[in-house]
């Protein structure tokens, strides 16, 4: 059901949920969670509002999309109410902000926040450089940005100098798959301390960095962060979109793993001389903001990761990763934990 709400006001929007859910039992006591998805008017939100409506299978929330119109001079709102089928298991309340409106989206979502639930804040395009301090950051305790379709190249490495806990990236959810297989390689003999690493992907692709940095961090060798001509989004030789980091490469003293993306659905294992094929993807939008919606907590792993990215070495930057050791134990990205008594090439995951 999709009801439409032209040049209205939120207590209007208000009102008409209320009466939906008098008239038609349609409830949100079994809401989990108030998603606030930060759109504009030139992002695909049919891509948008599709991968929430997957989501919602694993997390029922109320979804409060809101879509600024900068252009526009007059201030204005239109909402469009989703529910039922067209809404999955969430109810979802499209909301198209106008004019000088834009300034005060905090305001325009306040009246429609579920009371005693998680708030969750989601940029699926052009996130700010330092959520927290966001007035739709401010509001949530987990902040989704996505660095990939960022229009600054450098995204992901300027919001390391602003993290917070609570900050999160699909960057990193997208790489979820590939860091547990690497982890499980590792469990294969000979168990050989890994001397350095080398992690292929885009230029474009902040997964790739992401993951450099993860290795950095975990295993406290020199990373190299090296670039393939790919497009951002790479493709196969069937034109299917392929897992971003391409390649993988752990050198340890005499025989290395190595990782590489094959096709859209499977990727080439070795370890010393043992080559074997495994089934291997890139995961979907949807799939991605369902593991960050079952995280609401301060997500440690990967501030450990964005810690990791100043020693990473990218050579097509001309930036060299820094020679020192691991940063002190008790800083802004472990929570004020001291992770210094654990064997980082142990315990990888």
Known sequence: MIIDLPNTHTHDVTRRLREIRDERGQLTSGRVLTLIVVATDEDDLDVIIDATHEASRE????????????????????????????????????MHVHGELSAHRDSVVTPLLLPDTPIVAWWPTHGPRNPASDPIGALATRRITDSLFDEDPDALYRRRMTYAHGDSDMAWSRITLWRGLLASLLDQPPHEDILAAEV??????????????????????PVTRKVSGSPAVPLDAEGKECFGVESIVLRRTDTDITVRVNSA???ECTVGETTRVVTFGRRELYECLAEELRHLDADYAFGHALRGLARVSRPHRGRKGTDRSRLDGRDRWTGGRDDSQFDVQASLR
């Not at 109320?62 to 969430?90: E, P």
């Not at 230029?203 to 993951?211: G, K, T, V, Y």
């Open 200 to 221: 292929t992907g885009p230029l474009e692709d902040p997964s790739a960095d992401i993951a450099a940095g993860w290795l950095a961090d975990r295993l406290d060798v």
């Open 265 to 267: 659905h499977t990727a």
């Open 59 to 94: 997390h029922p929330a109320r979804v409060l999309l809101l879509v600024t119109h900068r252009k526009s001079a007059a201030a204005r709102l239109d909402a469009q109410i989703r529910l039922g089928g067209d809404a999955g298991a969430s109810e979802i309340i499209v």
